[in-house]
């Protein structure tokens, strides 16, 4: 009966750890999904859509995750969010840069979120009538738009 009572509790306990182990290794890109971090990083409560994205590789070619631009029509503001996937949760050098070029003097500025984050960067700003471009950057591999584009 003690051999049954041992094998029962060990049962049990390789179930619960299992479980538990189970359950730490889920995917890691979804204890921050897009919509998190569209909220959190661009303070946008309403819709918003996708304009581009562009996977960031590192120079072995391992993807470390992806730079999106988006818009949202109610607040007429472009958001860049440059979102972590390998090391997620990790903190490592994340950038999100929006350049914008106005319509009318053809001036140029750069509006940047940088820093050493586990999760994502982002960086937003007004834009309605103007040309943007983006970039992100997950520990110094970068992909994004140079081309000046989503005017007006």
Same mark, same amino acid.
């Given at each position: 009966m003690?051999?049954?009572?041992r094998?029962?509790?060990?049962c049990?306990?390789?179930t619960?750890?299992?479980g538990?182990l189970?359950?730490?290794?889920?995917?890691p890109?979804?204890?921050?999904?897009?919509g998190e971090?569209?909220?959190e990083g661009?303070?946008?409560?309403?819709?918003?859509m996708?304009?581009?994205s562009?996977?960031?590789y590192n120079?072995a070619g391992?993807?470390?995750g992806?730079?999106?631009?988006?818009w949202?029509?109610?607040?007429?503001?472009n958001?860049v969010v440059?979102?972590?996937?390998?090391?997620?949760?990790i903190?490592?050098?994340?950038?999100a840069?929006?350049?914008i070029?106005s319509?009318g003097s053809?001036?140029?500025? @750069?509006?940047?979120?940088?820093?050493?984050?586990?999760?994502?960067?982002a960086?937003k700003? @007004?834009?309605?009538g103007?040309?943007?471009? @983006?970039?992100?950057?997950?520990?110094?591999s970068v992909?994004?738009?140079?081309?000046?584009?989503?005017c007006?």
């Amino acid at each position: 009966m003690a051999k049954f009572r041992r094998a029962a509790i060990f049962c049990a306990t390789s179930t619960l750890i299992a479980g538990a182990l189970i359950g730490a290794t889920a995917n890691p890109a979804s204890a921050h999904g897009m919509g998190e971090a569209f909220h959190e990083g661009c303070g946008w409560t309403g819709s918003w859509m996708e304009i581009d994205s562009e996977n960031i590789y590192n120079p072995a070619g391992a993807w470390m995750g992806t730079v999106f631009l988006t818009w949202n029509n109610t607040t007429k503001q472009n958001c860049v969010v440059t979102q972590q996937v390998a090391g997620h949760g990790i903190p490592m050098k994340l950038v999100a840069t929006l350049g914008i070029r106005s319509s009318g003097s053809g001036a140029i500025t @750069y509006r940047t979120d940088s820093g050493q984050y586990g999760h994502f960067a982002a960086v937003k700003e @007004y834009t309605s009538g103007q040309c943007v471009n @983006y970039r992100g950057e997950i520990a110094g591999s970068v992909a994004g738009r140079s081309a000046w584009g989503n005017c007006g």
